[in-house]
């Protein structure tokens, strides 16, 4: 098999399974679910991209499967914690946000929307893609980096989603915003470890001397992904909906906390 005729059969399968996402969610399933078989599907891809034999770009074995391994931890975990949130919560207030602002035609744009996202996972997918396939042999040091950022943002993502979980499940804090550990530095921890990962994947592929030219192709993974987060479909939204809720507190939080780069609290001055 050659990596077209597997990149396109990975495209169809994102495709089909945001489909899936969209026809529960038309069907009056939550909306987090879209989010849950979204994580899940970019690990399943991962694997998939990482580990089935290709003719001429077999890339080292090791480096493939810890990099399958990888991007199958950071799906499961994130997916998971998806679907808790998801079963012990309410709608998702960015998809909620979208189908008052769709209206009438949120079916139809939901539809168009959720193959964007397919669209957007085969690119993350490519990113991993390339850094399973570096043909450098053995692994080097730019491994060894790639794994310590990977390993650092799937962990630091758990610990911000654990933090958040425990805040809010305390009821002296409804209606507060958490600003406890990593959110003290960050007003979105979460969605900065997991730009990190896909800077650790990138590091893996352009490899230890930059010599292998399609390498330098997976820095459009982590790129996007920061485009997506920060411009898009991650911190306008949901920062729409927490000044809208929050009011106040989410303001003078705002005017403290850096909106995405972990960084020391700034002192609020009076006004």
Same mark, same amino acid.
């Given at each position: 098999?050659?990596?077209?005729?597997?990149?396109?059969?990975?495209?169809?399968?994102?495709?089909?399974?945001?489909?899936?996402?969209?026809?529960?969610?038309?069907?009056?399933?939550?909306? *987090?679910?879209?989010?849950?078989?979204?994580?899940?599907?970019?690990?399943?891809?991962?694997?998939?991209?990482?580990?089935?034999? $290709?003719?001429?770009?077999?890339?080292? $074995?090791?480096?493939?499967?810890?990099?399958?391994?990888?991007?199958?931890?950071?799906?499961?975990?994130?997916?998971?914690?998806?679907? +808790?949130?998801?079963?012990?919560?309410?709608?998702?207030?960015?998809?909620?946000?979208?189908?008052?602002?769709?209206?009438?035609?949120?079916?139809?744009?939901?539809?168009?929307?959720?193959?964007?996202?397919? +669209?957007?996972?085969?690119?993350?997918?490519?990113?991993?893609?390339?850094?399973?396939?570096?043909?450098?042999?053995?692994?080097?040091?730019?491994?060894?980096?790639?794994?310590?950022?990977?390993?650092?943002?799937?962990?630091?993502?758990?610990?911000?989603?654990?933090?958040?979980?425990?805040?809010?499940?305390?009821?002296?804090?409804?209606?507060?915003?958490?600003?406890?550990? $990593?959110?003290?530095?960050?007003?979105?921890?979460?969605?900065?470890?997991?730009?990190? *990962?896909?800077?650790?994947?990138?590091?893996?592929?352009?490899?230890?001397?930059? *010599?292998?030219?399609?390498?330098?192709?997976?820095?459009?993974?982590?790129?996007?992904?920061?485009?997506?987060?920060?411009?898009?479909?991650?911190?306008?939204?949901?920062?729409?909906?927490?000044?809208?809720?929050?009011?106040?507190?989410?303001?003078?939080?705002?005017?403290?906390?850096?909106?995405?780069?972990?960084?020391?609290?700034?002192?609020?001055?009076?006004?």
């Amino acid at each position: 098999m050659g990596p077209a005729l597997l990149l396109l059969a990975v495209a169809v399968f994102l495709s089909l399974a945001m489909t899936a996402a969209f026809l529960a969610v038309s069907s009056g399933a939550k909306s *987090g679910w879209v989010d849950a078989t979204w994580s899940f599907a970019i690990g399943a891809a991962g694997i998939a991209v990482a580990l089935v034999p $290709l003719d001429g770009w077999e890339g080292d $074995l090791q480096r493939r499967v810890i990099v399958a391994a990888v991007a199958g931890l950071w799906s499961l975990r994130l997916g998971l914690h998806i679907v +808790a949130r998801t079963v012990n919560g309410g709608e998702d207030p960015r998809y909620a946000a979208l189908k008052r602002e769709w209206g009438g035609r949120w079916r139809r744009q939901m539809f168009y929307f959720l193959q964007m996202q397919a +669209a957007a996972a085969l690119l993350l997918a490519c990113t991993i893609f390339l850094a399973a396939r570096n043909p450098v042999p053995g692994l080097q040091w730019s491994d060894f980096a790639g794994i310590a950022v990977l390993a650092l943002a799937v962990a630091g993502e758990g610990i911000a989603d654990a933090q958040l979980s425990r805040f809010r499940q305390q009821d002296a804090n409804t209606g507060k915003v958490c600003d406890a550990g $990593l959110w003290g530095l960050s007003r979105h921890p979460n969605y900065f470890f997991q730009w990190l *990962g896909w800077a650790g994947y990138a590091l893996i592929a352009i490899g230890p001397y930059g *010599g292998w030219a399609w390498g330098w192709a997976a820095i459009a993974g982590p790129a996007f992904m920061y485009w997506l987060l920060v411009h898009v479909s991650g911190i306008p939204p949901l920062e729409e909906h927490m000044r809208r809720s929050r009011g106040e507190a989410y303001e003078a939080y705002a005017r403290r906390v850096s909106a995405f780069w972990p960084l020391p609290k700034q002192r609020e001055v009076p006004t």
